[in-house]
């Protein structure tokens, strides 16, 4: 799979890529669909140390990308702020003074590495549904395939929330010899009913979009209305109830009275609107429905039926510091306790904190002292 | 005691810490902000794990770098396998434990020696009070009121003496103590310990040999 150039010095904070599984020794996926070429958009961040033994793979979540951090705030070739600022930087709970971040897009997403947008070899247009299947597990063998090119045999720690802490639970049991650590933040090992009954509302919302087309929409009108829907769908599973009565209360948006009208009257309104339309400028929608189907595919329980445990799975001397938040209702904290049980169980080295938080899901995502205070501190521990 | 090392912390955590074997596992219920554990993987290269309920103080924990969980030790000692520990540490909470013989039970399942500490509610100062005064007492180790005690269990060293031999327990060490100074120095006391002992510190085995699950 691996591609013949050697990486020179990387550059940090630059987006680039690699391409592996060029036909015909193409990647053959968890379902035994077979995909290639295959590029891997990444960004890395801080330098890596002379033994290759400082790198931190940082996962991210369903509609992120590789920027995780923008170190060169004003200097160009930096493209804006990063989705985890607060947490990665020189000092920060990530120190880049210390260690060799790197970030990739995810396999199926659609920020540079090969996804359901990009051009299908065998058709020389965009894969549209065509686009096999991909499994978080994928999307960690891509990741795995980045390491190799960048000659990195080990991680010191594996990070991520939400989607990203699926990758992070997917890269202990897959890889487990080369993650010395682990941090899953405001994650699962498993999709409840009601989190892929949303990520169904999501899908749903997109393909009923006339201009979805089964998916045949590239080079013409996109299904910009669905793909908004979706996300503000999502962007209120995000929250929590106590985060919107804070932010939005039943305030009215520019006016004092209702308009009696289906225009825009309450502020939350507004605000879902603006996120579901700032969201289609940025996002693929068949992206979002492969990766939401990946999603709720993923089930590290499964893997440890028929009396297999974590044990089995995970490296002994990996240590877990595993994150949840109080109000996070898309995976409560029941969820991460689930996680904490089995890794106890197996006798493995496990953390666990609850954030006292009111911002839901997306508190991990929240500059938060706490959080980068945890992490820093679980990091300098594993010396 | 001859522990200069550990002088900062509470002194019947310094007695506890003299009695853990070098390289040990130790699990350190209700851990704080961690001391204990600090000390002894410091000093005794010993692998530990501490639980604690307030989150803020298991997350100063963590970010010290120890292995801690945020939970509630009664149900949070479930999840482990049998013997997943050489010591399991019980340190001045005791006395606020619904369930102690369900409690010891779990612990005796998951180490091997349980240590236990906790206040003597037979000291003198105590029974002076309700003797002379007749009201509840109150000293520096047990320093609540009736209506705001988180003490819901009144235990003195004989009580537990007694206790553990009931729930089938053999005691294979004990220590009591007088401490001052904010609990940070303190002194053994060797005789009238059930009178003179503010704190009392017992190292308690499992009678018989249980099957393994």
Known sequence: MENATTPGPIPQGEKRSFTFARPPLLMVLGNGARIGPVTIAYETFGTLSAAKDNAILVTHALTGDSHACCLFSGEAGCAGPG??????????????????????????????????????????????????????????????????????????????????????????????????????IATTMRHSALAIAFNEVARQAIMADPNWKEGNYYGSARPETGLAVARMIGHVTYLSDQAMRRKFGRRLQDKQDFSFGFDVDFQVESYLRHQGSAFVQRFDANSLLFITKAADYFDLTERTANGRFLQDLTAARAKFLVVSYTSDWLYPTYQARELVQALKRSGRDVSFCEIEADCGHDAFLIPDERLSTLVRGFLDGLA | MDLPESAKMR???????????????????????????????????????????????????????????????????????????????????????????????????????????????????????????????????????????????????????????????????????????????????????????????????????????
């Open chain 1, 83 to 184: 989705w985890w600022d607060s947490m990665i930087g020189p000092g920060k709970g990530i120190d880049t003074d210390t260690f060799f971040v790197i970030c990739s897009n995810i396999l199926g997403g659609c920020a540079g590495t090969t996804g359901p947008s990009s051009q299908n070899p065998a058709t020389g247009r965009p894969y549209g549904l065509d686009f096999p299947m991909v499994t978080i597990g994928d999307m960690v063998r891509a990741q795995k395939a980045l390491l190799d090119h960048l000659g990195i045999a080990e991680l010191v720690a594996v990070i991520g929330g939400s989607l990203g802490g699926m990758q992070v639970l997917e890269w202990c049991v897959r890889y487990p010899d080369m993650v010395r650590a682990a941090i899953p």
């Open chain 2, 11 to 213: 002194y019947d955590l310094q007695i506890i810490a003299s009695w853990i074997a070098q390289g040990s596992r130790v699990l350190d219920l209700g851990c704080g902000n961690g001391d204990l554990l600090a000390w002894l993987a410091a000093d005794k290269g010993v692998k530990g794990t501490g639980i604690e309920r307030d989150a803020g103080k298991a997350a100063a924990c963590i970010a010290r770098g120890l292995s801690v969980l945020q939970g509630d030790l009664n149900t949070e000692v479930d999840d482990y396998p049998d013997r997943s520990f050489d010591y399991v540490i019980l340190s001045q909470t005791l006395q606020q434990v619904l369930e102690p013989a369900a409690l010891l039970r779990s612990l005796s399942r998951i180490g091997r020696q349980v240590i236990v500490s906790f206040p003597n509610f037979s000291h003198y100062t105590i029974r002076l009070q309700l003797l002379l005064k007749g009201v509840a007492p109150k000293n520096e180790q047990l320093p609540y009121s009736w209506y705001d005690t988180p003490n819901v269990r009144v235990i003195t060293l004989d009580d537990f003496r007694q206790f553990a031999g009931e729930v089938g327990y053999t005691i294979v060490r004990e220590a009591a103590i007088n401490t001052d100074h904010h609990d940070r120095q303190g002194h053994r006391v060797r005789w009238c310990t059930n009178l003179r002992a503010c704190y009392g510190i017992f190292a308690i085995e499992k009678n018989s040999p249980r099957a393994l699950q």
